[in-house]
């Protein structure tokens, strides 16, 4: 499956951002869907996963109840909607697939994912 990420931008401390990630070439619902982030200078961290059914979600501490992550099996995309955002959110911003099996939960490792996508730039100033 081919992954394109998008929505990434500079924003104001306190403001939202929508990204979206289009999936191609496979039956989207067959996945788990996740997204992670890596900052300058430190290791890719997970943010959030979804079932294949959008039924189960699981957030990393530092965005719970700030984020919220969701699909639309019907238009092949996994959204993941930030707001109150903070400086500490600057990141590039990847989504990934893991094709059948429990979806990954926090604490879930990257190798855990079949497919990545390439990566969506989100800045937030202070």
């Known amino acids: 499956v081919q992954l394109q990420a998008s929505g990434g931008g500079l924003v104001q401390a306190g403001g939202s951002l929508r990204l979206a990630c289009a999936a191609s070439g496979r039956t989207f619902s067959d996945y788990s869907m996740g997204w992670w982030r890596q900052a300058p200078g430190k290791e890719r961290e997970f943010v959030a996963s979804?079932?294949?059914?959008?039924?189960?979600?699981y957030y990393a501490d530092s965005v719970k109840g700030r984020f919220t992550i969701s699909r639309d099996n019907t238009k092949n995309t996994v959204y993941l909607q930030m707001s109150s955002l903070k400086p500490e959110d600057t990141a590039l911003y990847y989504c990934a697939a893991k094709n059948g099996g429990p979806t990954p939960r926090v604490g879930s490792e990257a190798t855990e994912y079949d497919y990545w996508g390439q990566g969506t730039l989100v800045t937030v100033s202070s």
């Open positions: 979804i079932s294949w059914n959008g039924v189960r979600r």
